[in-house]
């Protein structure tokens, strides 16, 4: 059997649901940095050009729902999917929701204020976790790249309340669904707490983050990011993250 590969962007939540999902169930698995030319090889390995992708048995599979849908087949135990059929089926429309909507908010949220008063902030950000050179290649061409990637996460300036208020209605959903519990539906972790926090991690920054932000942001965002981490869903995602994030199962090659 191979050894499970994962093609990942490290800043992004969407890769840290996958990265997370691996390590709770203690996958020994190998990853991959891709750069910020990753499109390319993202299309050609499935179609589609986003990350993640998970290579498992041979086959590359996209998308963070339909890697961790894989994976509950693939590695049953320990279970992220509840077992009773009406607990799992909620779960699993809080992970659809809230990756419709607080995924894409939050990161609107953080980029759009990022690329319009500081880029090149705005790049060491997205480039977090990369080699150097990911950094070096983008930054001559700072005049476009923002509005490269703003046509494709479909940010726009024009949106950026609009986008922080589908953050907070989302902090507000968390919040009302965990009604004071320990986790969002039934009585054990699942893949709705999992997705919850993940999609949080960029503004949490906890310190159980794999991929920690290397640069200071600036104190406009400092503000933004400290007014989320006082929201009680917020809080509840950090306890999450200290209870259930646990170590990388990632099989790291030795350097000579």
Do not use: C
């Not at 135990?77 to 089926?89: G, I, K, M, N």
């Not at 310190?207 to 981490?229: D, F, N, T, W």
């Amino acid at each position: 059997m191979n050894t499970p590969l994962l093609w990942h962007i490290p800043l992004s939540h969407f890769n840290e649901k996958v990265r997370w999902a691996l390590d709770y169930k203690g996958i020994a698995h190998r990853r991959r940095v891709l750069g910020p030319n990753y499109l390319i090889r993202a299309w050609r390995a499935t179609g589609q050009g986003h990350l993640p992708i998970l290579w498992l048995d041979g086959a590359a599979i996209a998308d963070s729902t339909r890697i961790i849908d894989r994976l509950e087949t693939r590695y049953p135990d320990p279970p992220l999917y509840p077992q009773d059929a009406s607990v799992r089926e909620r779960a699993l429309a809080l992970e659809e929701d809230l990756d419709e909507t607080l995924g894409p908010a939050l990161r609107a949220a953080v980029v759009t204020p990022l690329f319009r008063d500081d880029p090149d902030i705005a790049l060491r950000v997205l480039t977090t976790g990369m080699p150097e050179q990911a950094y070096r290649s983008l930054r001559p061409l700072l005049r476009v790249f923002p509005a490269f990637y703003r046509l494709r996460h479909k940010i726009s300036a024009a949106n950026l309340e609009k986008d922080r208020a589908i953050v907070a209605a989302a902090l507000d959903r968390i919040e009302q669904q965990r009604h004071g519990r320990a986790y969002l539906v039934g009585e054990a972790f699942s893949v709705a707490d999992l997705t919850a926090a993940a999609l949080l991690a960029p503004a949490l920054q906890p310190p159980e983050l794999q991929y920690p932000l290397q640069v200071e942001l600036p104190s406009y965002l400092q503000a933004y990011r400290a007014a989320l981490i006082e929201h009680p869903a917020a809080q509840w995602a950090a306890g999450i993250y200290r209870q259930h994030r646990g170590r990388s199962a990632e099989i790291v090659r030795a350097v000579a």
